[in-house]
């Protein structure tokens, strides 16, 4: 009786759910903007660090943003008897490192961070559970001057990697002003911070939706709540229409200057000391952005600006993109936010018991990625590297030879490794998006010659081409002398570039 076969169980060759893979382009597209950016934060002094991936879920604590539990947003486990995790940002990895190291660094310490972080969060359309971000922080500067100079970056760093002035705008906004209203509306006590603290978390809910709600949204939040398109019902911060209206009258602070904004808001804080505190801090960084040349065309005071401020204890500032793109309907959206930061002044008091003044940026990679595909800044199809043919394989040391010469003179090259013909050799070249295909069979040999192929300008010509003679005759393939190999290469590399 014939043995049954036993079924071989084969894994699933997937991603795992909420992750992607990168792949030539994408991965070359992201490091050339990285590089861009990087380039901006090094010369205004910023110098690199890299931190280790896995910190210990206590040196994380509890500032991952958008989760009440943060342990239940990282992917953590038992490495002997201390639970460790993958980092959710680039910061909480500072803050240990600044602690660890801060009798070895100096004071400022002016780093930039690049790489990816990881959150156990659902993942959705667009939102991953690992991903790219691009930080610049200063520790140890409690001047606002500090705020002020990031936000600058910030601004050099975007229009450098191809968003034009006018298509962005930074806005800014003080956690102190904002504790400043809610003193003067009630629900913020200086001498007991725990108070009311739910009311607080509402009223910091209803602010951030008002682009998408509109006023009378938030208005309903402010007050007794509000019942969405689909019947469910969420509970509002029971203010009077007094307070309601103090609220909407801070979102609607901004003016057309700085201090003008700076005005009205101090109007709003009469009585708050916290709050006149964070309008002065506003207008000293409006006044030195300003003198600077970053005026309210690219850097502006916006209260409507409210980002995690549990999180940040003074400034808080977020890039976001002006111009208009089309979602997956078709239908017109504007891009929204790249980037954010702001001042976290008892991060690093975790570890010291001394209060140390941090304030920092992070740029969202994928994001600012897919914007600049979105103006038509990436996402083109990435040149390829000039390939070698391999026309007879006892005289591979030749060719290695050619890629040598080619590589030596800066140009990017392979010998066709793989096994086929000529055509499947030319197939595989257009395949790599190869500008230039090398050919030199016996006869070039013989005759001291090569076949240089452009392979673009080939595709574009091979419809109208009949005969041998007009191929030979088009200037989509020519022979050159083996010794000008480089040369002529390089040339029809730069007409083509020329050309596209």
């Known amino acids: 009786m014939a043995k049954d076969k036993q079924k071989v169980r084969r894994?699933?060759?997937?991603?795992?759910?909420?992750?992607?893979?990168?792949?030539?382009?994408?991965?070359?597209?992201?490091?050339?903007?990285?590089?861009?950016?990087?380039?901006?934060?090094?010369?205004?002094?910023f110098d690199p660090l890299e931190s280790s991936a896995v910190e210990?879920?206590?040196?994380?604590?509890?500032f991952l943003p958008?989760?009440?539990?943060?342990?239940?947003?990282?992917?953590?486990w038992l490495d002997e008897d201390?639970?460790?995790?993958l980092r959710y940002d680039l910061t909480a990895p500072l803050a240990r490192v600044f602690a660890q190291h801060r009798n070895d660094l100096p004071s400022p310490y002016r780093r930039y961070a690049v790489g990816p972080v990881w959150r156990n969060e659902k993942p959705g359309p667009g939102r991953f559970r690992q991903f790219y971000q691009c930080d610049a922080d200063t520790v140890g500067t409690p001047t606002v001057a500090a705020d002020a100079e990031?936000?600058?970056?910030?601004?050099?760093?975007?229009?450098?990697t191809g968003i034009p002035r006018g298509d962005y705008q930074v806005k800014l906004n003080n956690r102190k002003v904002l504790n400043g209203i809610m003193e003067v509306?009630?629900?913020?006590?200086?001498?007991?911070?725990?108070?009311?603290?739910?009311?607080?978390g509402i009223v910091l809910r209803a602010i951030d939706k008002l682009d998408r709600l509109g006023d009378a949204g938030v208005r309903a939040l402010l007050g007794e709540g509000r019942k969405d398109e689909s019947g469910d019902y969420t509970e509002g911060a029971k203010l009077s229409a007094e307070q309601a209206e103090i609220v909407m009258?801070?979102?609607?602070?901004?003016?057309?200057?700085?201090?003008?904004?700076?005005?009205?808001?101090?109007e709003l804080v009469t009585g708050s000391d916290t709050g006149a505190e964070g309008v002065n801090e506003l207008e000293t960084m409006a006044e030195l952005l300003d003198a600077s040349g970053y005026g309210p065309d690219r850097i502006l005071i916006d209260p409507a600006v409210v980002r995690g401020l549990g999180y940040y204890t003074g400034p808080v500032y977020e890039a976001e993109l002006t111009f208009e793109i089309r979602d997956e309907k078709g239908r017109p959206r504007q891009f929204g936010s790249v980037a954010g930061g702001g001042r976290y002044d008892d991060l690093v008091k975790r570890f010291t018991g001394q209060s140390v003044p941090a304030t920092g940026v992070s740029i969202g990679v994928d994001r600012l990625l897919a914007a600049l595909t979105a103006k038509g800044r990436a996402g083109m199809v990435a040149e390829g590297p000039v390939v070698v043919t391999a026309m007879d394989r006892a005289r591979m040391a030749d060719y290695?030879?050619?890629?040598?010469?080619?590589?030596?003179?800066?140009?990017?090259?392979?010998?066709?490794?793989?096994?086929?013909?000529?055509?499947?050799?030319?197939?595989?070249?257009?395949a790599r998006n190869s500008p230039v295909a090398v050919i030199e069979g016996e006869d070039e040999q013989a005759r001291g010659v090569v076949q240089l192929k452009d392979l673009a300008l080939g595709a574009r010509l091979a419809a109208a081409i009949e005969t041998n003679e007009e191929w030979k005759a088009q200037p989509a393939q020519m022979e050159v002398p083996r010794a000008e190999l480089v040369e002529q290469v390089r040339r029809m590399m730069a007409r083509r570039g020329a050309q596209g």
């Open 150 to 160: 990031i936000c600058a970056m910030l601004s050099d760093a975007l229009e450098a």
């Open 11 to 45: 894994p699933r060759a997937e991603t795992p759910r909420g992750f992607r893979d990168y792949f030539g382009t994408e991965v070359t597209e992201r490091n050339r903007m990285l590089a861009t950016i990087t380039e901006v934060y090094h010369r205004y002094g």
């Open 82 to 85: 201390a639970w460790v995790a």
């Open 249 to 266: 009258g801070f979102m609607a602070a901004k003016r057309d200057t700085g201090a003008a904004t700076a005005a009205r808001l101090r």
């Open 400 to 430: 290695q030879r050619m890629v040598a010469e080619l590589r030596n003179a800066g140009i990017r090259a392979e010998v066709f490794l793989g096994g086929g013909n000529m055509g499947k050799q030319l197939k595989y070249a257009d």
């Open 185 to 200: 509306i009630g629900v913020l006590d200086p001498a007991d911070p725990d108070a009311h603290a739910a009311r607080r």
């Open 56 to 62: 210990t879920v206590e040196a994380l604590g509890k």
């Open 66 to 76: 958008d989760v009440d539990r943060p342990n239940e947003g990282v992917f953590a």
